[in-house]
């Protein structure tokens, strides 16, 4: 049993071998015994139709129960255990036609019982059509012993010739509810250019609610385009104990999540997203098409049980164990964009040293340093010594070194090594012809399309040469990464349909629109998942930042390739502190990098919010911090040491609680970090512009409620005390600051028994 590689994935193989595993039909007889009661349980017309083998999977707060029927397998039913069941009454809808030689044949799909498995961890229903000849694997898998389960659908070729495929859901459901039952929507924007005003919206899910939520690499790039969201989603009962399901997507293309309610049925899907269509790909002999994996959840608790759940699970089942075995990570950085382009070697060494001095742990090359777009190179006027001897002083003065890379954009440079739009070979990289009179700006150019073969080896030896010969720790990619749309009908992707297609110029680059859209962006994604994943594998201790005009490409399947986001191209606090209330929702708060940039701080109250706004998850300073007063200055290094020393832990491994409304920038909001093992945790309060409000209470979470806690303001802006829990999680703790756009640390600790 394989499964590509394009996912990152190892992963899949690590099931281990599903040929040693059992059939659940002969499963022990206790896992028939629960399996019968749980059938007793059904509806009745569920029961009547299963009939053909099922198997039940579970983690310790997700079930799922699938069958596989003679020409479909269906999803029968999900739930957090202990809570009521989501039963599904929809059986999985397969591609009911292929297209040969320009024409339309049907499939019918017939289940292989001796191909199918299932043992608990896993179930692998497998479906044959003779002719064509294809081959179905609908898989489920229990990656962990918590959180979510993981779900992809594999289609095989095994005609001898090409063919093409039409839309194919990651998953689909039609849950059978109470048509008086009260549920509430959730789901998260992407802190993308700038976090909007509303970012996490709680929406009552009524009679009649039609929602569709949009993921891509480009989104809010047109300001007649919807916000996009993290492509991820949890309903919610309001009764009993606030539980429900959530269900996300491990991939970075073109996806989309749809809701309907309907009187007794809530139904969506998950997946690539269909439109503009027609959508359909091409698969050579031998060839699969994988949906991306999407997995589902079930939850209790509310948003913030569901993402301490979620987050942990990210970390263990996507993330990558080297980097989170580094003690340091997330780690604190200076960024070299405090002084923008302008960035030479003199400046750079100077920056090295500040760094240094203020117990920093890497120093971030941004944009600037190169001779040009397309062209990665170190600017001999400003660099005469290379970059390598930078990477040196860094690491020399205990840095890590990071670069800024535009990797997949071609700009117009001669040099050679570059990548130049005009050259014979690349110009069919391009999404379009362009134009004669295009120029790139300063640091973006045109991308090629990653998913022509010829323009994957460029870009994988390129950032090889580029990691090694500049010594890098750490790798940032931007700029529009994945192709938007492609004009070009010699590409392996779907061409574009030629009456209904719309080429039009955006920050300085071509962009196509056409039915070919999400086909484009399915190869373009696979093809930078398929060099991450070398790359991680030549260079094991390397980390990835994944910046794509800022927070654009916040989703599960980068979680997967990368280890930390910019969550957002805006870096005053407020929209630091949105971005970051809405991600870490679903993402670990160690992945989320807000950087920091220069804002007016006449007090150094104002100066310590501005760096706390940016201090929850990855900090990432972008000042010139000889501009800092020597005061500042003091006051950077006391916070970047208490970050190391006593934040970075509970950032890292402790439950995050949303303890207050989503920042405004005039009231007071806040973010709780609760470790429950050494019963300790922090609570980061921020105070906006309101007037009068010079106190406020934030309800803690997560608490004994038996227990005595000694509260500590940092700050000193409290006396310490001690309190308990029921006033804590009750009444509330009392925080006062007298200052506007201040803030404050209060560590809270259990007093011993
Ligand atoms: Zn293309």
Same mark, same amino acid.
């Given at each position: 049993?394989?499964?590509?590689?394009?996912?990152?994935?190892?992963?899949?193989?690590?099931?281990?071998?599903?040929?040693?595993?059992?059939?659940?039909?002969?499963?022990?007889?206790?896992?028939?015994?629960?399996?019968?009661?749980?059938?007793?349980?059904?509806?009745?017309?569920?029961?009547?139709?299963?009939?053909?083998?099922?198997?039940?999977?579970?983690?310790?707060?997700?079930?799922?129960?699938?069958?596989?029927?003679?020409?479909?397998?269906?999803?029968?039913?999900?739930?957090?255990?202990?809570?009521?069941?989501?039963?599904?009454?929809?059986?999985?809808?397969?591609?009911?036609?292929?297209?040969?030689?320009?024409?339309?044949?049907?499939?019918?799909?017939?289940?292989?019982?001796?191909?199918?498995?299932?043992?608990?961890?896993?179930?692998?229903?497998?479906?044959?059509?003779?002719?064509?000849?294809?081959?179905?694997?609908?898989?489920?898998?229990?990656?962990?012993?918590?959180?979510?389960?993981?779900?992809?659908?594999?289609?095989?070729?095994?005609?001898?010739?090409?063919?093409?495929?039409?839309?194919?859901?990651?998953?689909?459901?039609?849950?059978?509810?109470?048509?008086?039952?009260?549920?509430?929507?959730?789901?998260?924007?992407?802190?993308?250019?700038?976090?909007?005003?509303?970012?996490?919206?709680?929406?009552?899910?009524?009679?009649?609610?039609?929602?569709?939520?949009?993921?891509?690499?480009?989104?809010?790039?047109?300001?007649?385009?919807?916000?996009?969201?993290?492509?991820?989603?949890?309903?919610?009962?309001?009764?009993?104990?606030?539980?429900?399901?959530?269900?996300?997507?491990?991939?970075?293309?073109?996806?989309?999540?749809?809701?309907?309610?309907?009187?007794?049925?809530?139904?969506?899907?998950?997946?690539?997203?269909?439109?503009?269509?027609?959508?359909?790909? !091409?698969? @050579?002999?031998?060839?699969?098409? /994988?949906?991306?994996?999407?997995?589902? $959840?079930? #939850? &209790?608790?509310?948003? +913030?049980?569901?993402?301490?759940?979620?987050?942990?699970?990210?970390?263990?089942?996507?993330?990558?164990?080297?980097?989170?075995?580094?003690?340091?990570?997330?780690?604190?950085?200076?960024?070299?964009?405090?002084?923008?382009?302008?960035?030479?070697?003199?400046?750079?060494?100077?920056?090295? !040293?500040? @760094?240094?001095?203020?117990?920093? /742990?890497?120093?971030?090359?941004?944009? $600037?340093? #190169? &001779?040009?777009?397309? +062209?990665?190179?170190?600017?001999?006027?400003?660099?005469?010594?290379?970059?390598?001897?930078?990477?040196?002083?860094?690491?020399?003065?205990?840095?890590?070194?990071?670069?800024?890379?535009?990797?997949?954009?071609?700009?117009?440079?001669?040099?050679?090594?570059?990548?130049?739009?005009?050259?014979?070979?690349?110009?069919?990289?391009?999404?379009?012809?362009?134009?004669?009179?295009?120029?790139?700006?300063?640091?973006?150019?045109?991308?090629?399309?990653?998913?022509?073969?010829?323009?994957?080896?460029?870009?994988?030896?390129?950032?090889?040469?580029?990691?090694?010969?500049?010594?890098?720790?750490?790798?940032?990619?931007?700029?529009?990464?994945?192709?938007?749309?492609?004009?070009?009908?010699?590409?392996?992707?779907?061409?574009?349909?030629?009456?209904?297609?719309?080429?039009?110029?955006?920050?300085?680059?071509?962009?196509?629109?056409?039915?070919?859209?999400?086909?484009?962006?399915?190869?373009?994604?696979?093809?930078?998942?398929?060099?991450?994943?070398?790359?991680?594998?030549?260079?094991?201790?390397?980390?990835?930042?994944?910046?794509?005009?800022?927070?654009?490409?916040?989703?599960?399947?980068?979680?997967?390739?990368?280890?930390?986001?910019?969550?957002?191209?805006?870096?005053?606090?407020?929209?630091?502190?949105?971005?970051?209330?809405?991600?870490?929702?679903?993402?670990?708060?160690?992945?989320?990098?807000?950087?920091?940039?220069?804002?007016?701080?006449?007090?150094?109250?104002?100066?310590?919010?501005?760096?706390?706004?940016?201090?929850?998850?990855?900090?990432?300073?972008?000042?010139?911090?000889?501009?800092?007063?020597?005061?500042?200055?003091?006051?950077?290094?006391?916070?970047?040491?208490?970050?190391?020393?006593?934040?970075?832990?509970?950032?890292?491994?402790?439950?995050?609680?949303?303890?207050?409304?989503?920042?405004?920038?005039?009231?007071?909001?806040?973010?709780?970090?609760?470790?429950?093992?050494?019963?300790?945790?922090?609570?980061?309060?921020?105070?906006?512009?309101?007037?009068?409000?010079?106190?406020?209470?934030?309800?803690?979470?997560?608490?004994?409620?038996?227990?005595?806690?000694?509260?500590?303001?940092?700050?000193?802006?409290?006396?310490?005390?001690?309190?308990?829990?029921?006033?804590?999680?009750?009444?509330?703790?009392?925080?006062?600051?007298?200052?506007?756009?201040?803030?404050?640390?209060?560590?809270?600790?259990?007093?011993?028994?």
């Amino acid at each position: 049993m394989e499964f590509s590689e394009h996912y990152g994935l190892a992963r899949w193989s690590m099931l281990g071998d599903f040929d040693q595993t059992v059939r659940s039909m002969t499963h022990e007889t206790w896992q028939w015994m629960r399996f019968l009661v749980l059938l007793a349980t059904l509806p009745a017309s569920v029961w009547a139709q299963t009939t053909g083998l099922t198997a039940r999977l579970q983690t310790a707060d997700t079930e799922i129960v699938v069958e596989a029927g003679e020409s479909t397998p269906r999803f029968l039913s999900l739930d957090a255990p202990g809570q009521p069941k989501w039963e599904n009454s929809a059986s999985e809808a397969l591609p009911e036609f292929v297209e040969i030689t320009g024409k339309k044949m049907p499939v019918h799909w017939q289940l292989d019982r001796n191909a199918s498995r299932s043992d608990g961890k896993s179930a692998s229903f497998v479906y044959e059509s003779s002719i064509p000849h294809l081959r179905l694997t609908w898989l489920w898998r229990v990656p962990a012993a918590y959180g979510p389960i993981e779900h992809q659908i594999r289609i095989e070729n095994l005609e001898s010739q090409e063919l093409w495929i039409p839309m194919q859901d990651s998953f689909a459901f039609n849950w059978q509810i109470d048509p008086q039952s009260r549920l509430n929507h959730l789901y998260i924007e992407k802190g993308a250019n700038t976090p909007s005003p509303a970012g996490t919206h709680h929406v009552p899910l009524m009679e009649g609610y039609r929602w569709t939520g949009t993921s891509s690499t480009y989104g809010d790039l047109r300001d007649d385009e919807p916000r996009e969201i993290i492509p991820w989603s949890l309903v919610q009962r309001q009764y009993p104990e606030e539980s429900g399901w959530y269900a996300g997507i491990e991939f970075s293309g073109r996806t989309r999540i749809s809701l309907e309610r309907e009187k007794d049925s809530l139904h969506g899907s998950l997946g690539l997203n269909p439109d503009p269509g027609p959508f359909r790909t !091409r698969l @050579a002999h031998g060839e699969s098409f /994988e949906t991306p994996v999407v997995f589902l $959840g079930g #939850f &209790r608790d509310g948003p +913030d049980g569901a993402g301490n759940v979620l987050r942990r699970w990210v970390r263990a089942v996507l993330g990558n164990p080297g980097t989170w075995s580094n003690p340091n990570y997330p780690l604190t950085v200076n960024n070299s964009w405090g002084g923008g382009m302008a960035v030479n070697e003199e400046v750079t060494l100077r920056m090295i !040293r500040e @760094a240094a001095d203020l117990g920093l /742990e890497m120093f971030h090359m941004d944009a $600037g340093w #190169f &001779r040009g777009v397309g +062209d990665w190179y170190p600017n001999p006027k400003k660099f005469p010594h290379g970059l390598a001897r930078i990477a040196d002083d860094a690491h020399k003065h205990g840095l890590e070194f990071g670069l800024w890379v535009d990797w997949t954009q071609a700009g117009l440079s001669t040099e050679s090594g570059a990548l130049n739009a005009r050259d014979p070979t690349v110009r069919d990289w391009t999404v379009t012809d362009l134009p004669e009179d295009w120029q790139p700006e300063p640091f973006k150019g045109q991308t090629i399309d990653l998913g022509v073969p010829e323009a994957k080896r460029w870009a994988q030896k390129e950032v090889e040469r580029i990691v090694t010969d500049y010594r890098l720790d750490m790798l940032e990619h931007d700029g529009y990464l994945v192709a938007h749309g492609c004009d070009r009908a010699d590409h392996p992707h779907a061409a574009p349909d030629p009456l209904n297609k719309c080429v039009y110029k955006s920050w300085g680059a071509y962009w196509v629109d056409s039915s070919n859209s999400t086909d484009v962006s399915y190869h373009a994604v696979r093809a930078y998942y398929d060099i991450y994943s070398k790359l991680r594998r030549d260079h094991p201790g390397l980390l990835f930042e994944i910046c794509n005009d800022g927070g654009r490409m916040v989703d599960f399947g980068s979680a997967a390739h990368g280890d930390y986001f910019s969550i957002t191209d805006t870096y005053d606090p407020l929209s630091n502190r949105r971005a970051f209330y809405d991600t870490s929702h679903v993402l670990p708060s160690a992945m989320l990098e807000t950087y920091v940039e220069k804002w007016p701080t006449p007090s150094i109250e104002n100066f310590r919010y501005m760096l706390r706004s940016g201090m929850m998850g990855w900090l990432t300073i972008m000042i010139d911090t000889s501009a800092w007063t020597p005061e500042q200055h003091a006051e950077a290094k006391r916070e970047i040491d208490l970050y190391k020393k006593d934040l970075r832990l509970l950032i890292r491994d402790a439950s995050l609680y949303h303890v207050s409304a989503r920042p405004d920038g005039v009231h007071w909001d806040g973010i709780q970090y609760w470790d429950p093992e050494r019963q300790r945790g922090v609570v980061y309060a921020f105070r906006g512009t309101i007037e009068r409000e010079n106190s406020h209470h934030f309800v803690l979470k997560g608490l004994q409620a038996s227990r005595r806690y000694l509260v500590k303001f940092y700050d000193r802006s409290s006396a310490d005390r001690k309190v308990t829990a029921r006033e804590l999680m009750g009444k509330g703790l009392k925080v006062t600051l007298p200052v506007q756009n201040s803030s404050e640390l209060i560590f809270i600790e259990a007093e011993a028994k």
